[in-house]
């Protein structure tokens, strides 16, 4: 079994800044990538931010410039940063891992999400 625990989130101003981290752990052989994907009001959740296990990066055009994705020195935790937030950028975050686990199974793991407020 695999648990993603998030953290960060919460309250900002506009132009202001958050921090969200999200730590993987259980049956865990390889992490291939992690990510950050938010809830559009619409469609299905879409892609903020992701890291693949050999640094490769990708940002949704509305967040480029803005967030940015990495690695934390902690196993198996990855952390965004967003600044220069916007009030669109309110709405709840999602942390996702493409995880490979002791017994070679590959499967996509989804967080519980984390509320995001952007507002004066």
């Known amino acids: 079994q695999v648990r993603l625990a998030e953290s960060g989130g919460g309250l900002a101003q506009p132009g202001g800044s958050l921090r969200l981290s999200c730590a993987a752990s259980g049956n865990i052989r390889i992490i291939l990538a992690m990510g950050w994907y938010r809830r559009v009001p619409g469609k299905e959740r879409e892609l903020v931010a992701r890291i693949t296990l050999n640094g490769v990066i990708d940002y949704a055009d509305s967040v480029k410039g803005r967030f940015t994705v990495s690695w934390d020195d902690a196993p198996y935790t990855m952390n965004l940063e967003m600044n220069e937030l916007k009030p669109e950028d309110t709405t709840v975050y999602y942390c996702?891992?493409?995880?490979?686990?002791?017994?070679?199974?590959?499967?996509?793991?989804w967080g519980h999400g984390t509320q995001v407020t952007v507002s004066s």
């Open positions: 996702q891992a493409r995880i490979q686990n002791r017994g070679n199974s590959l499967d996509d793991y």
